[in-house]
């Protein structure tokens, strides 16, 4: 079973429009964490924002928020006044076990935005 | 947060030969990780590697094809032996920032391309 799933493999949004990309998922861990990266055609990985499960507010970081639905399994990222400098992969991650065990991020599929003028 | 310096950032080689990927890190770090992201794939982790031990292997990965060595706590280098254009991807290294909570930092990769 997919453990990240991002289910808009491209999105489109007009400049200064906010938009969403969806992120769904799944782990019976009562302690983990919430990833969105942003991946340019350079390739660079830039990381945007976090979540932790236990987190009783949505992480917000400038243009970037979160919209965390934890009964949901979602954890939506929410670009406000989208600038043509947004256009990009966007990925979606998890940390299972903070603290303990695997370390290593587990990534969902990504969706393309492309912001238009 | 942790800066690390990956290169070469790109390189196109033979099949059958080998590249080695070199990650450099600004300070001392316990876990550094390898990705391959396929193209226009997402990021799929090859291996973990600790200072002091042998690095740990995802299912579909194994050490005489992607032989990692990790000498100290600042730097590792990744190997893709025997390459064939399968192989073609962005190599990613990356670490952890604090315990995972203000995120993993990445290296710029190394994009491969195998002729």
């Known amino acids: 079973a997919q453990k990240i799933t991002q289910t808009q493999p491209g999105m489109f949004v007009q400049e200064k429009e906010a938009v969403t990309l969806d992120c769904t998922y799944d782990t019976s861990d009562p302690s983990y964490g919430l990833f969105w990266y942003k991946q340019p055609s350079s390739g660079e990985m830039i990381f945007l924002i976090y979540?932790?499960?236990?987190?009783?507010q949505n992480a917000t970081e400038g243009r970037y928020s979160l919209n965390f639905q934890k009964a949901r399994k979602s954890a939506n990222l929410v670009i406000s006044a989208s600038q043509l400098g947004d256009s990009a992969m966007y990925f979606c991650?998890?940390?299972?076990?903070?603290?303990?065990?695997?370390?290593?991020?587990?990534f969902g599929s990504g969706t393309r935005l492309q912001v238009q003028p | 947060s942790a800066v690390i310096s990956q290169k070469p950032s790109r390189d196109i080689c033979q099949r059958g030969t080998s590249l080695t990927i070199q990650c450099q890190v600004d300070?001392?770090?316990?876990?550094m990780f390898w990705y391959r992201q396929q193209p226009g794939q997402s990021l799929t982790l090859i291996a973990t590697?600790?200072?002091?031990?042998?690095?740990?292997?995802e299912s579909g990965f194994v050490i005489d094809k992607f032989p990692i060595s990790r000498p100290n706590l600042t730097f590792s280098t990744l190997t893709v032996s025997n390459m064939s254009p399968e192989d073609s991807s962005i190599y990613l290294c990356?670490?952890?920032?604090?315990?995972?909570?203000?995120?993993?930092?990445f290296g710029s990769g190394t994009r491969l391309t195998v002729v």
């Open positions: 979540q932790g499960s236990y987190d009783q």
């Open positions: 990356s670490v952890e920032v604090g315990l995972g909570f203000y995120g993993y930092t």
């Open positions: 991650a998890m940390r299972e076990g903070l603290g303990t065990g695997r370390r290593a991020l587990t």
């Open positions: 300070s001392q770090v316990t876990m």
């Open positions: 590697a600790n200072q002091g031990s042998e690095a740990t292997y």
